[in-house]
């Protein structure tokens, strides 16, 4: 496939600013001073000469490079040789080739994105080239698989399947992600339905102390609300004073049954007498429980998207 020359189309200029008029570029194959054929076409037809100069503008024209020269080296000098830069081992990214007939992209998209790397979308849907982490399954085309039955999956498959063991085989792991596929068995997704993303606590590093549990690939935590346990109260008192009620007596009518049917206030005639006085004391208080104990929401503030998963 073909290569694009990034400086194609790109003006030369001195340090005052003016075109470099008959500049000139070298091409190599990488690390060597082996010349490599460059290309006026897409199709590697028509070759440039090498070396390539600029025209009267100072400008390159469109240069085409053949991808299986892998990686090359560019010596840009004066016209009079005087070295302006001198650059190697950069990588020649031709266009992927796709399926179904369709024209090549114009972009390697394993140059920007590679199998198992995430990509979140504010839509919804299937996105080609991708599948949508939400916990469903993929496979061979004969698999039964319910998010993508296909053998463009295989790489992710066979990605997944070595990155986390926990991601569950139907049927059972067999002895590799080869043989697994092979034998057509979906292999469950990373389900991101409803989760936020968080980095491992670890991460190749020492632990970080922050989320404790969150050290293994796919670790799962958290929850929409959380009930309180008495534990997770803050440590508290309840402040309650019992008011004293001072010595005093009852009068009770004479002849009468007692059991304070009297009042302090009563006749002063002969048909009461006073009840035993009673000293200096206080009434037991009662706090009522306050508090329904609901739970509260646990979510930080959030929007909702679409988390998709390389092939």
Not at 21 to 49: M, Q, W
Not at 209 to 235: F, K, Q, Y
Not at 276 to 283: A, G, K, Q, R
Request: aromatic fraction near 10%.
């Amino acid at each position: 496939m073909s290569g694009f020359w990034p400086q194609s189309f790109s003006q030369m200029n001195d340090l005052n600013g003016k075109p470099i008029v008959g500049a000139k570029a070298f091409f190599y194959e990488g690390g060597t001073t082996t010349p490599i054929s460059v290309f006026r076409d897409y199709g590697l037809l028509t070759p440039h000469p090498n070396p390539l100069s600029t025209d009267g503008f100072g400008r390159f024209p469109a240069v085409y490079m053949d991808e299986e020269d892998g990686f090359y080296r560019v010596r840009v000098t004066t016209s009079g040789g005087v070295i302006l830069y001198d650059a190697d081992q950069i990588p020649i990214i031709g266009p992927t080739e796709s399926g179904g007939g369709s024209p090549p992209a114009p972009v390697d998209p394993n140059a920007i994105y590679k199998t198992g790397d995430l990509k979140v979308r504010y839509g919804e849907g299937f996105l080609e080239g991708y599948v949508r982490s939400n916990g469903r399954s993929i496979g061979t085309a004969t698999s039964g698989a319910t998010e993508r039955a296909n053998s463009d999956c295989q790489a992710l498959y066979e990605f997944l399947w070595n990155a986390d063991p926990n991601l569950v085989v139907a049927g059972g792991r067999g002895g590799s992600a080869a043989a697994d596929w092979g034998a057509n068995k979906p292999l469950e997704l990373p389900d991101f339905r409803g989760k936020a993303i968080v980095g491992l606590d670890d991460m190749g590093n020492i632990a970080a102390g922050i989320l404790n549990a969150a050290t293994v690939l796919g670790w799962r935590g958290g929850s929409e609300t959380h009930t309180l346990v008495v534990d997770e109260m803050p440590s508290h008192n309840h402040s309650a004073t019992a008011v004293p009620a001072g010595g005093h007596f009852h009068r009770i009518p004479k002849g009468g049954s007692g059991g304070g049917q009297g009042a302090q206030n009563g006749p002063t005639d002969n048909t009461y007498f006073d009840s035993e006085p009673v000293n200096d004391h206080t009434h037991g208080v009662t706090i009522g429980a306050r508090g329904g104990g609901a739970a509260h929401n646990n979510v930080q503030p959030s929007l909702a998207i679409t988390v998709y998963i390389r092939l």
